[in-house]
């Protein structure tokens, strides 16, 4: 099966900062991917980018088999996209924000499709009436409507900007769930960026995380909860500083305890933990979120410990 | 031309349209003595419809004007309203080309500008091409200027446009467009008035030649801008 999603050396600038650094991924069709990162990692670019909203200073990207850049319509008709805050036009109602989008999809010179019925089964489902105004509505009501008015044509692909954002944790939990159960039809492709662990591990098949616009992590979600994992070394006196080595990810030094994070915690690193003279060494598994928290965060400087615990 | 968007357009823009339309009806029917004193009748008996500005009770200037703010405020607003609200991205990626829904933006505009600028002053110059309604000479080429005036408010109104729309670091960059427009205008005025006076022919086409470009400009930045 193809991929709906390649993209190669995506790079993108903004002044001097690079915001987007060489990206190059696929996402085979059928899959859910899920796109981590903390605020201002690039992720929300990299999806502009993908869409045509953005430009790239270099690379490219194909969606369903076209550059990113020349998506014809009715390529794009196949392809749905929830910008970040679900932008819609506040002054119109929400029946009216459906006949305007649906316009663009009956009667065209290209195979479009548009389910009314499934709108409307939508939209009784989140209890929003088609009379009500766009700006009367909450976060979360704009953010299912635009769900509604994104899945209505029938989309291969999926593209989802930080979906959840700005919802409290009811509704964010209530619009994922719809998510999955509106999605789930085979060969559908979903592409959505998260800074919620919770929300990305409960959906998505493989994630990604880009840390400062370079992309740090590429694989099946329970393959990356496998791999990586926390190893607290303990010594006598101040822990040393862990030489680099492949697979580590950060550390962190508490007192006597240096606190690592390695993908594919193995033999050469037992070796060195030895060499530095640890006394315990402890291999615990992680979580995704605690796994991208110290994949995003890097190495911190030590931690400071307080005097009282010194004298003890 | 897509008609959804066209009606989005002008429904986002009707307070502006229907305020334009007002002052306009007012100039119009005040100047063609329809309303009563109390409503403002400007109609004194002794204009020259076309003349100039003295005689005319500067009514085609008032018209160029009120056609001028709308066009500015049009112009901006179908640009920098969406990129403001955030709408850009959920309207460029409908199925339709990003020059049709900008040709369309265009010919909503251009749309207004036919109904709220050239057509009160062509009401006017047939009422003044009237017999009988007005003690003074008429001939069609005195409304020459007029003419000019409409095409200034069409390329004010483009200019606008391509300052909401283009990118720029700071305001003054952003008004570029419309700093070179406002400068061309007077170029164009001075040299009609103090140097070698312009034909009313080459004036006309270098208008028409500047819109053609701007509306090439803005098509060409709305292709290749960032939406983000």
Not at chain 1, 97 to 116: C, G, K, L, N
Not at chain 2, 45 to 57: A, E, H, K, M, Q
Not at chain 2, 206 to 220: D, S
């Amino acid at each position: 099966m193809s991929d709906a999603i390649v993209i190669e050396r995506l790079t993108k600038h903004y002044g001097r900062k690079r915001v987007v650094d060489t990206v190059s991924l696929r996402v085979p069709t059928g899959c859910v991917y899920g796109f981590l990162g903390r605020n201002g990692a690039g992720k929300s670019t990299l999806i502009k980018m993908l869409m045509g909203m953005v430009q790239a200073d270099s690379g490219r990207a194909t969606l369903l088999d076209q550059d990113s850049r020349d998506q014809t319509p009715a390529n794009r008709a196949r392809i749905a996209y929830l910008a970040e805050g679900h932008p819609l036009y506040r002054g119109m109602s929400v029946g009216e924000a459906v006949r305007f989008t649906r316009s663009f999809y009956v009667d065209q010179p290209f195979r479009a499709v548009w389910h009314d019925r499934f709108v409307t089964q939508v939209l009784d489902h989140f209890r929003i009436s088609t009379t009500a105004k766009i700006r009367r509505l909450s976060n979360g009501q704009r953010a299912q409507v635009s769900l509604a008015l994104a899945l209505a044509p029938d989309p291969d692909l999926l593209v989802l900007d930080d979906p959840t954002l700005g919802l409290d944790t009811v509704v964010r939990r209530e619009f994922l769930e719809s998510i999955i159960h509106l999605i789930q039809r085979a060969g559908r492709t979903v592409f959505f960026s998260s800074h919620m662990l919770a929300d990305v591990e409960r959906v998505a098949d493989r994630i990604g995380i880009l840390v400062d616009g370079v992309l740090r992590v590429d694989c099946p979600t329970e393959y990356f909860k496998t791999v990586v994992r926390q190893v607290v070394l303990e010594f006598v006196g101040t822990a040393p500083r862990f030489p680099a080595c492949s697979g580590l990810v950060s550390q962190r030094q508490i007192g006597g305890r240096l606190e690592l994070v390695i993908v594919g915690y193995g033999a050469e690193h037992e070796e060195i933990a030895e060499s530095l003279g640890a006394v315990n060494t402890e291999v615990m598994e992680m979580n995704l979120e605690d796994a991208f928290i110290a994949y995003t965060r890097g190495d911190t400087a030590p931690l400071p410990t307080f005097e009282w615990e010194r004298a003890r | 031309m897509n008609l959804a968007i066209a009606r989005k357009e002008l429904k986002e823009m009707l307070p502006l349209i229907v305020l334009a339309a007002l002052v306009q009806l007012w100039l119009l029917f005040g100047t063609l003595g329809l309303l009563p004193e109390w409503l403002g009748n400007f109609n004194t008996g002794y204009i020259i419809p076309f003349l100039d500005p003295f005689f005319d009770g500067d009514v085609v200037m008032a018209m160029a004007l009120v056609g001028g703010a709308l066009a500015i405020a049009l112009g901006l607003g179908q640009t920098l309203w969406e990129l403001f609200r955030g709408t850009f991205p959920f309207l460029l990626h409908r199925p339709l080309s990003r020059t049709k829904i900008f040709a369309t933006k265009l010919l909503v505009g251009a749309g207004v500008w036919l109904a709220l600028t050239v057509l009160p002053m062509a009401i006017y110059a047939l009422w003044a091409a009237t017999p009988g309604t007005h003690a003074s000479p008429f001939a069609w080429w005195m409304t020459a200027s007029a003419w000019q005036l409409c095409l200034n408010v069409l390329l004010v109104y483009l200019a606008a446009f391509l300052c909401g729309l283009r990118p720029a670091r700071w305001y003054v960059s952003r008004l570029l467009p419309g700093v070179f427009v406002g400068s061309l205008l007077l170029i164009l005025q001075i040299a009609q008035f103090v140097f070698a006076p312009l034909g009313a022919a080459v004036t006309l086409t270098i208008l028409l030649v500047v819109c053609a470009g701007y509306v090439m400009a803005i098509l060409c930045v709305a292709e290749s801008r960032d939406y983000s």
